[in-house]
């Protein structure tokens, strides 16, 4: 017996050309069960909620009292709670996904061999750099739009002085360097927790992989929670920050 | 590249999960945070016009009651008087019917005070002739028997003299 680990998903099947991987796959499944969710949700919301309205309402607002917090006013905070919460809230329920126990287990043949039919769909780092790449574009978006094309260009290229250039050359690189943090720590967190579990489970699988599968379950709400706040962060940063520049 | 392999980066991937969470962001957005944060707005609405409406409520419950107060001491009031106002026409009314009474009363008293005086009198001439008449008949008898024209002229003199005192 050996243990295969693979930094990409595994290929399950091809479409055409483009192969679909398990991490892919279950995104899919996960969507569609999340859709027929809303579907429902909407369909039972009432004035006196039930049990399941009420955990929904509640959630709702504690995260926009956060997020209003955290940016400063409610305007904004309408904008970019949709954005923040869905991060957040499809980052959190992917991660638990992987805790229904069993799924470590099944494996399937392929044309490439046989692979697991199972994968975080988080462990996909593919999946991670789109949302990375969607939070740190529209941060870029809020910053030009607050602070109009060539305040915002003027930020990373000054030419005032040697130390403004050098500065806004170390900016630029901070821009860049958000997508590589903030991509990584959340895949690296998730694909890490995967990789250690299946270690554990292939080193002693009884009792073994539970203190990993605790740490496991923190890490899922805390990364999904991180990278959500992370992104309203750079986004009310982006927003504020020209503000300040420009009363000064 | 490598590493982009390694981790198993494709375009089309890619594209396919934007588009997945593009969709996953409008429905929820759509159809549980719009609708839900909308019924947590009226429901705080809701709650606001029941508490107002509480208050409005309680508020008008206390002027009914000053009101049905100052009703029933206004009542109280207008009683009295009327109660008043009452007792002292039936005062007057008594009185002026004990005065009437009196009044009557004298009326009739002094026409019977006149009715009896009148009486008397006429009893009076009455016993006065009869008695002149008697006294008369008697001395004309006793007269008529001792008695000279002379001396008859002198007594009847004398006695006229004396009625007439």
Redesign the interface.
Known sequence: MKLDIS???ETLFYIGS??I?NS?FW??VL?FF??VG??F??RS???R?GKV?NV??ML??GA?DFVETTVGSKSLAQKT???V??LF??ILVSNLITFIPGQAAVTIETAGGVVPLFRAIIA????V???TM?SVLITQIVAIYVAGPFRYLGRFLNFTSPLNFFLGLMDLIGEVAKVMSLSFRLFGNIFAGEVLGAVMLFLFPFFLPLPFAFLGLLTAVVQAFVFAVLTLVFISMAATVSEESEAA | MGLIEALGLDGRILLAQFLNFAVLLFVLWRFAYKPIFKILEERRLKIDQGLDDADAAAKSLLLTEEENKQLLIKARQEASLIIEAAQQQADERQREVVAKAETEINVITEKERAKIVAEKEKMMSQLKGEVSALVLAGLQQFLSENMTDKRDQEVISKIVTNLEK
Do not use: G
């Open positions: 930094l990409a998903p483009v192969a991987s892919f995104l899919l969507t999340i859709l809303v579907f949700l909407n919301l009432k004035m909620p309205q929904f309402e709702l607002a926009f709670f949709p954005l919460f869905t809230f499809f996909d780092y593919s999946l750099f789109m949302m969607l």
